[in-house]
């Protein structure tokens, strides 16, 4: 079954609207989330690393008052894009990271796919 | 700086043939893991395998191998046996300090293997 929850799979927004993206994890706590921006044909970009009860860490150019991101629990980040462009359209997914065995993997969710029209 | 390079954007198996997709990565340092990922149409990322800078063996996980190759800083994923369900994107990932649980995780531009009945 799923391990990470990313809520919705789709959206659509009209432009200057804000949009918010859920990312749960759903068997293990959390400390450290990550999220990522995929562009068609194109590899995932990180663009900000969630800690739960502090500050996300932003990437290089990733303007961090449009992409706001709340760790409120161990359990949940939330991405919201705000002030939507058409620009904003791509696909957008979470990863958690957990130990297994010696080593940490990523776990992702579904994804979430963001027009703005 | 890391890197991660996947030379191939695309590749034709036939079914039940086996196949090899590439991976060469670039790190300085000593600690890291690679790993691979499979992204089908629907946007999930699956992971595949992953193998670390210190194990001697390959990894093997089912039909998937990782041919490691550290001096040559490759570490190629080989599928055997093809199955109409592999086709899909697949992504090629790096990240050091992987014991410890840090840092982020770098993606190739992927590779999209078609498999032809």
């Known amino acids: 079954g799923a391990v990470v929850s990313q809520h919705p799979s789709r959206v659509i927004c009209k432009s200057g609207t804000s949009v918010k993206i859920e990312c749960r994890s759903l068997d293990f706590q959390a400390t450290t989330m990550f999220w990522y921006r995929q562009f068609p044909k194109q590899s995932l970009m990180l663009m900000a690393t969630s800690n739960e009860g502090s500050k996300a860490t932003y990437e290089q150019g990733v303007e961090k008052d449009k992409f706001l991101i709340n760790h409120a629990s161990l359990t949940l980040s939330t991405l919201t894009v705000t002030s939507a462009h058409p620009e904003d359209s791509s696909f957008y997914i979470c990863?958690?990271?957990?130990?297994?065995?010696?080593?940490?993997?990523?776990?992702f969710g579904q994804g979430t796919r963001l027009t703005v029209v | 700086a890391q890197k991660i390079t996947q030379t191939q954007p695309g590749m034709f198996v036939q079914e039940k043939e086996a196949v090899t997709l590439d991976c060469t990565y670039d790190t300085s340092d000593q600690s890291y893991g690679l790993f691979w990922y499979k992204q089908p149409s629907s946007g999930e990322m699956i992971f595949l395998i992953y193998q670390g800078s210190y194990d001697e063996q390959n990894a093997t996980e089912g039909r998937y191998s990782l041919n490691f190759q550290k001096a040559r800083k490759s570490a190629n994923l080989v599928i055997s046996a093809s199955q109409l369900g592999d086709s899909a994107m697949y992504f090629c990932a790096m990240r050091e300090g992987v014991k410890t649980g840090g840092f982020k995780t770098i993606f190739g531009a992927g590779t999209r293997l078609f498999v032809k009945a």
């Open positions: 990863s958690v990271r957990t130990v297994v065995g010696v080593y940490t993997e990523a776990f």
